[in-house]
């Protein structure tokens, strides 16, 4: 009796599920056709963009969309203070500053994307679309949150340039001293030629989850070593803030949370999201198993933990 009742609840959950998700899809369908979609470049005229500026760099995705609504994330809880930092960078027009979101907004480029991977993003779009446009300013150009998950989302992974793509932004780093602000178990770069280009690279680790609770402290850290070096930043939506804050102050931050685990699905041509041996991946096992790290050259690099 438990399992028959069990199986009905399941079968009634889903079933509201699709019910609903019918009518988000319905609603949105109207509300596109009385709200113009944003302007986005291109990834490559947004790597383009940057490596010919020298600008920082923010990226929205779908978690800081929901976070800025007001939904949790499951690595991040959404509270009054990390909604209103989030709708304040969206919102700004910053001149060293590109902000970047999904090049989502169209069925062009929906198109280019593999199948499973648009319709999430349908499915979002359908319920959170009012509040990406509520904050995005009319007439701006916006880089694309893409640049540095320019892999598995494609339906063509093999004819879209991406082994070009990857070199050229490593120029982003090419030459220059780098600390990597990140999570204490993304490892951006270890074990792999990721970051070769760089003349140096020291790291900052900062918590796995909830990272936003510890923001101030990281971001004092990371004034402490100055405007010199490079700031690539992999905090999830801290890392979002972060680099709208150190614009600000004139420092050189790019966001380039999964550019790594990108990386990594290339190099091992991947056609699905996969686990990354010794490496955090939210959407491939959110990093269940991932022990302690033993790589000598990656342990040489941290300078703090912010933990």
């Given at each position: ?11 009634f959950f ?7 998700d019918i ?13 113009k ?6 990834c490559?005229d947004?790597?383009d ?23 949790d ?7 009054e203070l ?10 700004s ?16 480029q929906l ?17 959170f ?35 070009e ?13 780098v600390i990597?602000v990140?999570?204490?178990?993304s ?10 280009s760089a003349n140096?690279?020291?790291?900052i ?65 991947a056609t ?5 041996k ?11 198993g ?14 703090a933990?912010i933990?």
């Amino acid at each position: 009796m438990k399992k028959f009742l069990l199986f009905f609840w399941n079968g009634f959950f889903l079933l509201k599920q699709k019910i609903a998700d019918i009518f988000y899809l319905i609603k949105d369908f109207f509300y596109t056709r009385a709200h113009k979609a944003p302007n986005i470049m291109t990834c490559e005229d947004t790597l383009d963009y940057i490596l010919k500026n020298n600008c920082c760099v923010t990226r929205f995705g779908d978690a800081e969309m929901k976070l800025a609504s007001g939904t949790d994330v499951r690595y991040q809880v959404s509270d009054e203070l990390i909604r209103k930092r989030l709708r304040e960078v969206i919102g700004s027009d910053e001149k060293n500053l590109l902000v970047c979101i999904p090049a989502v907004f169209s069925d062009e480029q929906l198109s280019v994307m593999e199948e499973n991977h648009a319709a999430f993003w349908k499915k979002h779009l359908a319920r959170f679309r009012k509040y990406w446009y509520r904050d995005l300013i009319p007439g701006k150009v916006y880089g694309d949150a893409f640049i540095s998950r320019h892999y598995m989302n494609l339906k063509d992974k093999k004819g879209a340039n991406t082994k070009e793509y990857f070199e050229n932004i490593k120029k982003l780093w090419a030459n220059k001293d780098v600390i990597i602000v990140e999570g204490e178990k993304s490892r951006l770069g270890m074990g792999n030629d990721l970051f070769d280009s760089a003349n140096s690279v020291r790291r900052i680790l900062a918590p796995s989850t909830q990272c936003f609770q510890k923001y101030d402290e990281l971001l004092k850290e990371v004034k402490k070593h100055g405007k010199e070096p490079l700031y690539i930043l992999a905090l999830g939506p801290s890392a979002t803030i972060m680099a709208y804050d150190l614009a600000k102050e004139g420092f050189y931050a790019i966001d380039m949370g999964n550019i790594d685990t990108e990386y990594e699905w290339f190099k091992m041509q991947a056609t699905e999201k996969v686990p990354i041996k010794d490496k955090m991946v939210y959407e491939a096992g959110a990093g269940e198993g991932v022990g302690e790290a033993h790589d000598e050259k990656y342990l040489s690099q941290i300078i703090a933990k912010i933990l």
